[in-house]
Every structure is written in C-alpha cells, then in structure tokens.
C-alpha cells in the first residue's frame, strides 16, 4: 500500500489487521542509517510468521486477549483441540471430530478426569428438555451424603436408582425403595440377601414373587395364603386365589400338599401319613393312608380296578363291574 502521512491521534473504531499499519526500525536493515530502516507492520505482521490477505491469522507466539469470535475452524496443535465449524463439531486429540464433543483418548489412562474438591458428591448431569424429559446425574458418592459410590440419580424424580458402593454393592431402586441388591452374599429381589438363606431370594408382599409365563401358561412361585408357600402351575393366566394345579408348603403342620381349584386332592404330612382328598387322620396315626368318601364309578375301565371308599366302607370294583366290599364302615 502507499505511503499514509499521520495527521492525527484519534481513537481506533475498527481495526483491520492486515491493512493497518505501526511504524517499526529495522536494526537489520541499515540501507538508510546506521541504526536502522524504518519500515510499516500490521497487526497481522506482529503476531503471524505467514499472514494472509484473507485474514487468517497463525499465532506463533504468548497473545493475551479479553475476547475473541472465531468465525471458521479453530486448530490448536493439529489436534489437541480442533473446532470443526462446518460440522459444529470439537474434537479432543482428534482432528476429525465425529460427534458434537469427540475425545480420542489413545493411551491416556482416562479419557474425562473430573474432580471435587471436598469429600461431597461430584456429578455431571444429562438433562432431555423435550415434554416430559427426564434429568439424571451420575454422581461419584451419593446427593447430600459423604462417601464414595457411584450412583445415577434421577433428579426429576429426586430417586436415586442405581448404587455401587465402595465395597461392590450393587442396588437398584424405585420410587417405592430398593428393588434388587447384589453383594457378595447373593441377589436379593425386594430383600437384602443374607447368606443363611441362599444366593438368590425374593421377597415381597406380591402372592407370586417368582413368576414366568409362555402364552397362558403360567408357573408361580410364592405365598398363596397365610400359612401356605408353594408352586402353581396354570394354563388359563388366571388370579392366585383362581389356581390351576399347585403344590403347597402349610408352615404349621409342615404338609406337603397337591391340589387344584382350591381343593386339596392329596395330603403328605409331617409324619409319614398320605391322604386323598383329607388333611387330617385321628389321634396318632402315622404312616396312614387315608381316602376321603368317593363318588362312586357308573364305569370300569379295561384292565383295571377301582378302590374306594363310599359312606365310610372301602370298596373295590373290578374291570367287569363287580363291586366288592372290603370293610364295613
């Protein structure tokens, strides 16, 4: 540009780094003194070892500023932190960023280190700010408490739930409580696992705490009425109370019991004693076989006959029809 006579000081409006000039003496140049030759510089010159008439700016040495807008791509050592303006993307370690935020940790022991200062949880905190959007925290240690678990949190609902704690405690949790444990004793569902009772427990007020289903077909197992643990076993999906086949624990006289539509067909109890269609076999009976009064059969199938009991009296009734009775009542 040609040569600009200063006229006056008046302030700076708007600067222009590749045009406007600074007055400079270059020592190394002694073509028209002994101390040097006066020569113009911009701003561009000052801080760019190779400025370009667009504007672009390479800094190669210490600049302080208040401010600045960068309104390309930002390259701080190739790749120790690329701002992709193209594709609104920053990149760390990478010079190609693939995401909003790309983090290429390589064979850094960590890829994001955070820090608290204190002994109080430190979280970092994802929010969805769609209708009905949920915010969670993961949190090293738990909100308002002083230890060292990980935790997700939902903030929305203030519930956290998910714990590992420092000894390797698992929990997972609702709005109602804790739902599932895992430690070193086993997996409690809706209980704390304790190791006198086994590796996985379930608990709860549910009358089927274990339950699977295929279709229709339902197998159950859990506390059907007070007193009573068992299995069910159900082709019709329907209610406990409504059961199909089930086999039962009674607690207090510790019997093991088969039966089906709330009628128990047979009965073993705590002392050897079996029963058809009763539960109970008089003052000392061990070891007894005991048979409920029958319906009598209209019918004898082949090769087969049929013992019963009918007003008290046991009866048999053979493939042909011939009843015969073996005790009176």
């Known amino acids: 540009m040609a040569d600009s006579k200063i006229t006056a000081l008046t302030a700076l409006t708007a600067a222009d780094p590749v ?10 140049d002694t073509s028209m003194a002994a101390s040097g030759t006066t020569k113009r510089i911009s701003a561009n010159n000052i801080l760019s070892s190779s400025p ?4 672009a700016l390479t800094v190669t040495g210490l600049v302080t500023a208040g401010s600045a807008t960068i309104t390309g791509d ?16 920053v990149g760390i370690l990478t010079a190609t960023p693939g995401a909003p935020l790309d983090i290429l940790a390589n064979n850094l022991a960590d890829a994001i280190l955070i820090r608290g200062n204190d002994n109080a949880n430190v979280r970092i905190r994802m929010v969805n700010s769609g209708a009905g959007g949920e915010e969670f925290a993961l949190s ?15 903030v929305t609902a203030a519930s956290n739930r998910y714990i590992i704690n420092q000894t390797g405690e698992h929990a997972w949790a609702t709005n109602a409580g804790t739902a599932m444990t895992l430690n070193s004793t086993g997996l409690g569902i809706g209980v704390s696992p304790g190791s006198a009772i086994g590796n996985l427990q379930v608990g709860g007020s549910a009358n089927a705490n274990l339950y699977t289903q295929q279709g229709t077909d339902t197998v159950r197992i859990g506390v059907r ?12 999906n329907a209610t406990y109370t409504n059961r199909a086949w089930y086999l039962d624990n009674v607690g207090s006289s510790g019997s093991l019991i088969i039966g089906r539509q709330g009628l128990d067909v047979i009965t073993f109890d705590n002392v050897g004693n079996v ?3 009763v539960s109970t076999f008089g003052t000392s009976a061990a070891k007894v076989l005991g048979l409920a009064n029958a319906t009598a059969p209209s019918t004898s199938p082949a090769g087969m006959g049929q013992l019963y009991v009918e007003s ?16 009176a009542a």
């Open 225 to 236: 009425a007070s007193g009573r643990t068992g299995i069910l076993f159900d082709s019709s």
């Open 140 to 154: 090293a240690g738990i909100p308002s408490a002083s230890n060292s678990s990980f935790v997700i949190r939902s």
């Open 275 to 277: 029963g058809v269609g």
């Open 19 to 28: 045009n406007d000039m600074f007055p400079v003496v270059d020592v190394s």
């Open 74 to 89: 930002l390259t701080v050592d190739t790749s120790t932190l690329k701002v992709d303006s193209t594709n609104n993307r």
């Open 52 to 55: 370009t008439a667009s504007g």
């Open 312 to 327: 008290g009296a046991l009866k048999f009734r053979g493939s042909s029809g011939t009843i015969t009775t073996i005790a």
